[in-house]
């Protein structure tokens, strides 16, 4: 059925309809016409075979022997149908001409006259015509009755059922078809507004606009719920442009900074000229190279960060099924190398999760920097895990009450950590792992001052969790 590719699925649906309808009203024809072919053929047999065995059981047909039947008979006078004698040798006497001639007989039918079978019946055809043929032994004789019958009328009432059969499924198919059509229109006409809306939004790139569809089509089905799919497609692409918006905007504002100072101190250094007399002292020029070697490596951690920040891990790497407590002891060993003065104390539970261990290892990577840099040198660490939740507390000086709803947005940075080195995008990423992961952050003062940091990401399993260990 490829014909049926090119239509539309309006006129598709109409079509299969159609299609289906006449198949079906087809198939029940046939099988009424075939029982009602099977039901006229056994009345006629049994009608037939039983005027053939009342007519051999008459008395006197064979009252002069075979050759000398008595045609004046009542039973034979009274009968309007074609008939002959049959003897178990083949040979016949015909008593009536309504049939010119008779089939050669059948073995079976000879077998009757002899008294061997009981009676046969078969169809044969004399000038177009169809006829049944019933043998019937006459009692006492080894002789047969044969009486035939025309079915040409009931041929013709099979026939004319045929055509009133296949005329019924034509004008079926053609109701189905119109039906189905109006059908599909009235059943695609949400779809047609989806279709519309798509066109819409790709021609307009609107993504503010939802799809409505009428009180009538509003309903809790396969469309509607499509419908609800698609604007809630359109609100997550519309919240994924905003946020894109707002990280070129803040990375952009972010950038000017350290830009700038780049490029004054470039200049200043690009001014020098020891013909003329302009000379940086030592101790100037030391200063302009210590800035630009600090602003070229906050330029590219900002922009690591950034990179990070806007990659999206999910769209890099599936999730797997990972044990949270390595993940975190890479991190703490990965910290340990860079900040040697920090002593890190860990104690370590294992917690199946499934996730993304990159992405995972990097928000505790952040944690963990997050808390040597404000640990005074010399100082302690604590990072702990246990059924999924990581703890990261230090003991620095806190975060101020004012601080804490913002640090984890991006660009954020308290009052206090302007002049720390970083980008402010560290916790920013660490919550975007931790939605990703369906899981939560959240930061606190510890009772000493310092900060506590708490990871919160979902077991993928419910085995008991092991010791934990502490190193």
């Known amino acids: 059925m490829s014909w049926i590719r090119g239509f539309s699925l309006r006129r598709r649906i109409a079509a299969l309809v159609a299609i289906s ?4 009203v087809l198939a029940v024809g046939a099988a009424a016409w075939l029982y009602t072919r099977h039901t006229l053929q056994n009345q006629t047999d049994a009608n037939l075979l039983t005027v053939t065995t009342t007519t051999a059981q008459s008395e006197g047909l064979l009252q002069n022997g075979f050759n000398g039947v008595e045609v004046n008979a009542p039973a034979l006078t009274q009968l309007s149908l074609p008939l002959q004698f049959l003897e178990a040798t083949g040979q016949v006497v015909t008593i009536n001409s309504r049939t010119s001639t008779f089939p050669p007989a059948t073995d079976e039918e000879k077998a009757v006259a002899a008294g061997t079978h009981r009676s ?10 169809d006829y049944r043929l019933a043998t019937v032994q006459i009692p006492g004789s080894s002789v047969a009755l044969q009486v035939a019958q025309d079915i040409a009328a009931q041929e013709q009432s099979l ?6 059969l296949l005329f019924v499924g034509v004008l079926g198919a053609a109701v189905a078809a119109a039906l189905g059509a109006l059908v599909a229109r009235t059943a695609l006409r949400p779809v047609r507004a989806l279709t519309a809306a798509a066109e819409r939004v790709a021609r307009t790139d609107d993504l503010e606009a939802p799809i409505t569809l009428s009180d009538r089509e509003s309903t809790e089905d396969e469309v509607a719920r499509l419908a609800s799919s698609f604007n809630a497609m359109l609100a997550a692409l519309a919240l994924s442009r905003e946020r894109q918006r707002a990280l070129v905007a803040d990375a952009g504002h972010e950038l000017r900074t350290p830009l700038t100072s780049l490029r004054t101190n470039i200049e200043l250094l690009a001014r020098e000229d020891p013909g003329a007399g302009r000379v940086l ?5 030391e200063r302009l190279l210590a800035d630009l070697t600090a602003q070229t490596t906050e330029l590219a951690s900002l922009i690591g960060d950034l990179t990070d920040l806007a990659r999206e891990d999910s769209a890099q790497a599936d999730p797997e099924d990972v044990d949270l407590a390595e993940v975190a002891d890479r991190a703490v060993a990965r ?8 002593r890190i104390v860990t104690e370590l539970s294992s917690s199946p999760v499934h996730g993304r261990p ?11 920097d997050n808390a040597v840099k ?3 040198p010399g100082g302690e660490v604590f990072v702990g895990l ?8 230090d003991q620095g000086p806190g975060i101020a009450d004012e601080d804490l709803p913002h640090i984890f947005e991006r660009f954020y940075r308290a009052t206090t950590s302007r002049e720390q080195p970083g980008s402010g995008l560290g916790l920013a990423i660490v919550a975007q792992a931790a939605q990703e992961h369906g899981g939560s952050v959240v930061a606190e003062r510890t009772p000493a001052g310092g900060t506590r940091m708490r990871l919160t990401v979902p077991l993928s399993a419910a085995d008991e969790p092991e010791p934990a260990t502490v190193r």
């Open 159 to 164: 026939h004319k059922l045929a055509v009133l």
């Open 335 to 342: 910290v340990r190398r860079r900040a040697p003065d920090i």
């Open 358 to 368: 990159t992405q995972l290892e990097r928000a505790i990577t952040n944690l963990l």
């Open 281 to 285: 002292e030592p101790a100037d020029r």
């Open 386 to 393: 246990h059924e999924g939740q990581l703890v990261v507390a």
């Open 374 to 376: 404000w640990s005074p």
């Open 21 to 24: 309808v006449f198949a079906t």
């Open 120 to 129: 046969t019946l078969r169809t044969f055809t004399e000038d177009g015509v």
